[in-house]
């Protein structure tokens, strides 16, 4: 009994990355029905950003947390403007084949640049450090990376439900022509929701490095699972993708321990598709 | 016996009731029109006959079958085709291929289903737009498109929403008299319009609806007679016109 | 009726297309070089396989990114038939068609039931289930894969030691097949059908078409030509291992060629191998070394331009031209 629920807070922890993860693409999708193929890639940016941060100036990943968000929300607005922006009216497919080729061309600028070794950095803050709480153990780093999650899918949510600029965005993803008209800058809001997308996984990526390594394949798997959490919970919807991260974390979890750890990949899929034949629009979708 | 039987047919959108109970029938090698005002219904019926939409209650029987809740496409092969209120142009195939789709129907022979489909496009003045593509099409040649489409497929009912809505005088009389021409062939029609002038000089039977439920169903004469008909649907005015014996071309 | 006997101008051409391709391998500068026919092959390849999803995302409309799966139960029909059964290739190869058939007709149906981005997000998770599935299947290999024994060379085995000649010709076998059948497809009824599913499903379906029976036919077909062409790819690399046939990136490449060639066209998927496979090739084995990556990155960004640019593909970028010369053309002779 005490394995299990130690095999489910470790699912949990790592669902709420997920989540995290997955809330950046949920916006963009929700927003714009635009399915960022990079966004995976972002993460990975994110990671070596803050794992240079750490290897040559010596700061923490706990900090170098900010810059990663700030880097990559800049590398999402500008996704946006030199890319995004061109393939709205095209077929639905343009923008995925197009952030398709981005993630390739970063993914392969950082295997040139940085080779395809794993990085890892040692001597973080919270690298190996434990609380054991009711006989389970917390690992300091996971929990900090799940902490940071909930706060910041909490913040966006809060932005996109009960400010004025979510409120803005919610018209903008309704109709655009119709916010046009009430004087919302639609182009400017989606620069933004672009931009705070790519900071949360940024966020996500800046803290990573305490427990994870880093190298240029990192970033694919991450995007698959962020796809299937936002497709899980449902169009745009932040609650159901961050349910939908807890569910994928803890299956991942179970599937990985009681079956076999290559069966961990099996089981989030599977989960996936079980919702979707259930619910063709998600746990939360209409 | 009828070709087609509306028996009791019930849609509801949630609260709202769209059809409410709603029978008639149309005899073989009838025009029968469906009229009403906006939001009557017409087109909810339409979609309840042609498979569509589910009908929580009631019965559809084309040709003596039951086909109430039978997928769209089986009830075309049955022999009832309609056309889209709305046009649905096949956009990115030309306008002889969308006649094409509708002619393969009765044929698997490429050059059978030829022969048909310049037919159809000659029955309905589109020989010219033959191949041009169905999405860069003027409104009225859509419109034409859905019929020829529709005819392609040798249908023994043919359902026409509103094809003759926005024509002009002459344009509406042309595709009265195609109406005409195709029922003399032996096609039995079930019309909707908006406009009734339309669609009175050649209905044998009309069939009014206003507010989910018929409220009417008589030869044309006695339906612009009809003290309901006229209150529901036509306003005073338009039925003193109408009374007075005033026909043509509708002026709003 | 006019066009229905007489071959038309475009088969003319097609016919003349592979009359030069057959008589290539003759010319000496290209048989003599090792890597200009790998790269025909390539080309020929890697258009039939487009031409295969084409079929189904193409003409059908439906955005499958689980061709992968297909590619690979074909690579492992001919590879399970040599490596694992010691015989020959080909009953492998037929039984891999007709189970990739069965498999696809299975996923397809109730993926069909979700659309937009729900449905290619499942035709990923599909990959990646299939993927990790055959890691850990030990009676296809696992992890390590099937490796070729070394077997006599000829066209019983198919296979080919010295020379690529053979290969070549198998490719352009499978080139003459696959876009036979899309040519035949496209002038028949279920060709019609498939377009216009793809344009609309509901008006289709008023018109008497069985949508759903047409997209899982159109499926069966793409998914057992897309294994036909796996079992290519296995009998010319002469390995297999799951990352190398079953992979969302290798699922990607049937998407890309065909829509960067333009989908939806017989002309298409032959246009974007065309360009896109020597690009490749050449980039790889000009910048290969500079640290690795650099060929993909060059690519990467060709498939952003392209897709900004000119969505309806390469052919999109030809039939621009052609407009332009014939209206040059036709200013010309009006000044003359």
């Given at each position: 009994m005490e394995t299990f629920a130690q095999v489910v807070l470790d699912g949990l922890l790592s669902g709420m990355v997920y989540a995290l993860v997955a809330a950046g693409l949920c916006l963009i999708w929700g927003v714009?029905?635009?399915?960022?193929?990079a966004h995976g890639e972002y993460l990975m940016i994110a990671m070596y950003v803050s794992y240079w941060l750490g290897f040559l100036a010596n700061i923490d990943p706990v900090v170098s947390v900010i810059a990663a968000g700030v880097f990559i929300f800049i590398i999402g607005a500008l996704t946006y403007l030199l890319i995004i922006r061109y393939t709205v009216g095209k077929p639905p497919l343009a923008a995925l084949l197009a952030t398709f080729g981005l993630a390739m061309f970063l993914k392969n600028l950082c295997l040139n640049r940085f080779s395809p070794n794993f990085l890892i950095l040692s001597d973080t803050w919270l690298g190996g450090k434990t609380f054991q709480l009711g006989g389970l153990i917390f690992p300091a780093p996971q929990l900090a990376a799940a902490a940071l999650a909930l706060i910041v899918v909490g913040l966006v949510y809060l932005l996109i439900n009960s400010t004025r600029f979510g409120w803005a965005v919610q018209a903008t993803a309704m109709d655009r022509e119709a916010a046009e008209l009430m004087g919302i800058d639609t182009e400017r809001i989606y620069i933004l929701i672009f931009g705070i997308g790519g900071a949360c996984v940024g966020i996500a990526g800046g803290i990573m490095p305490s427990y994870l390594a880093v190298h240029p394949e990192v970033g694919s798997l991450f995007g698959l699972i962020a796809f299937v959490c936002v497709a899980m919970g449902g169009f745009g919807s932040i609650p159901g993708a961050f349910l939908a991260g807890l569910l994928v974390g803890v299956a991942e979890a179970l599937a990985g321990f009681y079956i076999a750890p290559v069966f961990k990949y099996i089981a989030v899929f599977g989960l996936y598709l079980a919702v979707v034949f259930l619910r063709p629009k998600g746990i939360f979708g209409w | 016996m009828a070709l087609l039987e509306v028996r009791e047919v019930t849609k509801k959108f949630g609260q709202l009731?769209?059809?409410?109970r709603i029978s008639f029938s149309v005899e073989e090698g009838s025009i029968v029109g469906l009229i009403g005002p906006n939001g009557a219904g017409k087109t909810t019926l339409f979609n309840c006959i042609s498979g569509l939409f589910k009908p929580e209650g009631g019965q559809v029987v084309f040709d003596g079958k039951d086909i109430t809740g039978e997928p769209p496409y089986r009830i075309a092969r049955m022999g009832a085709v309609r056309t889209f209120q709305v046009v649905r142009p096949l956009k990115d195939m030309s306008v002889l291929e969308n006649v094409l789709v509708g002619a393969f129907l009765r044929t698997s022979d490429r050059g059978e289903a030829l022969t048909r489909a310049e037919e159809c496009l000659r029955l309905c003045n589109l020989t010219a737009y033959r191949?041009?593509?169905?999405?860069?099409?003027p409104i009225g040649g859509k419109k034409r498109l859905e019929m020829a489409r529709a005819l392609a497929t040798g249908p023994r009912l043919l359902m026409l929403d509103e094809v003759m809505a926005g024509l002009n005088t002459t344009e509406l009389k042309a595709a009265l008299d195609v109406i005409l021409r195709l029922r003399d062939s032996g096609i039995t029609l079930m019309v909707v319009e908006h406009v009734m002038e339309g669609i009175m000089p050649i209905a044998d039977k009309v069939v009014v609806l206003d507010g989910g439920t018929k409220i009417a169903e008589d030869i044309p004469a006695r339906i612009v007679r009809d003290e309901r008909v006229i209150e529901a649907y036509l306003g005073a005015k338009y039925g003193r016109r109408l009374k007075n014996g005033t026909q043509g071309g509708s002026r709003d | 009726m006019m066009n229905t006997k007489v071959i038309d101008l475009k088969d003319a051409l097609w016919l003349l297309l592979l009359a030069v391709l057959a008589l290539l391998p003759l010319v000496p500068f290209v048989s003599g070089s090792f890597f200009g026919m790998h790269v025909l092959i390539l080309v020929l390849l890697f258009a039939s396989m487009a031409q295969a999803w084409n079929i189904i995302g193409g003409y059908c409309g439906q955005v499958s990114f689980g061709h992968s799966v297909f590619f690979g139960i074909g690579a492992y029909g001919a590879g399970m038939a040599v490596v694992t059964y010691g015989g020959l290739p080909w009953g492998g190869i037929l039984a891999g068609m007709v189970l990739a058939a069965v498999v696809a007709v299975i996923i397809s149906y109730p993926c069909f039931k979700l659309t937009g981005h729900y449905f290619a997000i499942a035709t990923f998770a599909i990959v990646e289930i299939f993927n990790r599935a055959f890691l850990v299947w030990e009676w296809v290999g696992g992890a390590l894969g099937l490796d070729y024994p070394v077997i006599e060379e000829g066209l019983a085995n198919l296979m080919w030691y010295e020379t690529k000649e053979g290969y070549y010709y198998c490719a352009l076998g499978l080139f003459v097949i696959v876009f036979g059948i899309v040519r035949w497809l496209e002038s028949h009824r279920f060709g019609y059908y498939m377009r216009a599913v793809r344009e609309g499903q509901e008006t289709a379906e008023s018109l008497g078409v069985n949508s759903t029976a047409v997209k899982l036919g159109a499926m069966a077909i793409s998914a057992a030509l897309a294994a036909l062409c796996g079992s290519f790819f296995v009998q010319y690399n002469l390995r297999v291992d799951p990352p190398m046939v079953m992979s969302l990136d290798m699922s990607m490449k049937f998407v890309l060629v065909t829509i960067l060639g333009?989908?939806?066209?017989?002309?298409g998927p032959l246009l974007g191998a065309a360009v896109l496979i020597p690009l490749q090739e050449y980039t790889r084995a000009f910048?290969?070394?500079?640290?690795?990556g650099v060929d993909l990155m060059i690519f990467g960004v060709l498939i952003i331009v392209i897709v900004i640019k000119e969505p309806a593909g390469i052919i999109g970028i030809l039939a621009g031209i052609g407009k332009s010369l014939a209206r040059r053309g036709g200013t010309a002779q009006g000044g003359a």
């Open positions: 714009m029905d635009v399915i960022n193929f | 009731v769209a059809n409410d191949d041009r593509m169905a999405g860069d099409l | 333009g989908s939806g066209t017989l002309a910048w290969g070394g500079l640290g690795g």
